[in-house]
T-cell receptor, first 115, second 111 residues
Framework: GAGVSQSPSNKVTEKGKDVELRCDPISGHTALYWYRQSLGQGLEFLIYFQGNSAPDKSGLPSDRFSAERTGGSVSTLTIQRTQQEDSAVYLC?????????????FGEGSRLTVL | DAKTTQPPSMDCAEGRAANLPCNHSTISGNEYVYWYRQIHSQGPQYIIHGLKNNETNEMASLIITEDRKSSTLILPHATLRDTAVYYCIVVVETSGSRLTFGEGTQLTVNP
C-alpha cells in the first residue's frame, strides 16, 4: 500500500492478556517509530528502529512492552500481561533516511482497550 | 530538544487565514522547527519545517522570526477540514530524530 498500515485497528482485551500490534511501514522506509496516545493526551514516544535494530527504546514504559522488526520492514509491538493503563491508541510511523529527517509518515493507529 | 509553547486553542472563520503561533525561546542553532497536525481519530500529518528562512508549500507557510525564538504557521484560506490539533516541534535534524509532541493548539475552523 501507499501508506503505513497498522493492524488491528481496534483491539479489546481483558486485563492480564498479551496483545500484539502490527505495523507495515512504507516500502523503502528504513526508520520506524512507535508512539502511543492516551485519551485526550499528546503523543508519547516508545521506540525507534533503524533497520532491524532499535537504537532508542527509552520510551518503553515497562518490561511488559517489547518490539521487534524483521527484514527491515514489518514491526510488532507486544504488550504482555496488559493493564488498564495500557489502554491507548498505538501509532506507528516510518521515515526515509535521506529524505526530510523529521518527516514521519504515521499510520491510523491501533486502538487498544483493556477491560 | 527545545521546549515549545503554544496556545491551547484557537478559532478561525472559514476562508480566513489561520495564524498559529509557537514560542521556542530556547531553540539551539542546529534545531529545526517542524509543524504537524492531527485530525480527530487520525495519525499526525507532517505540514512543513524550516531552520531560519521562511518556508511555503502547498499546505501552509512558516514564518520564523529573525532571532528564531518564535514562529507562526499560516494556513492562508482555512477550511472546515483544517480543524485539527496543530503541533509545533523543534528537533535536531539527525538520523532517527525523535519528535517530542507537546499539547499543541486545537484549531477550530467555523463556518
Amino acid at each position: 500500500g501507499a501508506g503505513v498500515s497498522q493492524s488491528p485497528s481496534n483491539k479489546v482485551t481483558e486485563k492480564g492478556k498479551d496483545v500484539e500490534l502490527r505495523c507495515d511501514p512504507i516500502s523503502g522506509h528504513t526508520a520506524l517509530y512507535w508512539y502511543r496516545q492516551s485519551l485526550g493526551q499528546g503523543l508519547e514516544f516508545l521506540i525507534y528502529f533503524q533497520g532491524n535494530s532499535a537504537p532508542d527504546k527509552s520510551g518503553l514504559p515497562s518490561d511488559r512492552f517489547s518490539a521487534e522488526r524483521t527484514g527491515g520492514s514489518v514491526s510488532t509491538l507486544t504488550i504482555q500481561r496488559t493493564q488498564q493503563e495500557d489502554s491507548a491508541v498505538y501509532l506507528c510511523a516510518s521515515s526515509f533516511i535521506g529524505g526530510i529527517t523529521g518527516e514521519l509518515f504515521f499510520g491510523e493507529g491501533s486502538r487498544l482497550t483493556v477491560l | 530538544d527545545a521546549k515549545t509553547t503554544q496556545p491551547p486553542s484557537m478559532d478561525c472563520a472559514e476562508g480566513r487565514a489561520a495564524n498559529l503561533p509557537c514560542n521556542h525561546s530556547t531553540i539551539s542553532g542546529n534545531e529545526y522547527v517542524y509543524w504537524y497536525r492531527q485530525i480527530h481519530s487520525q495519525g499526525p500529518q507532517y505540514i512543513i519545517h524550516g531552520l531560519k528562512n521562511n518556508e511555503t508549500n502547498e499546505m501552509a507557510s512558516l514564518i520564523i522570526t529573525e532571532d528564531r525564538k518564535s514562529s507562526t504557521l499560516i494556513l492562508p484560506h482555512a477550511t472546515l477540514r483544517d480543524t485539527a490539533v496543530y503541533y509545533c516541534i523543534v528537533v535536531v535534524e539527525t538520523s532517527g530524530s525523535r519528535l517530542t509532541f507537546g499539547e499543541g493548539t486545537q484549531l477550530t475552523v467555523n463556518p
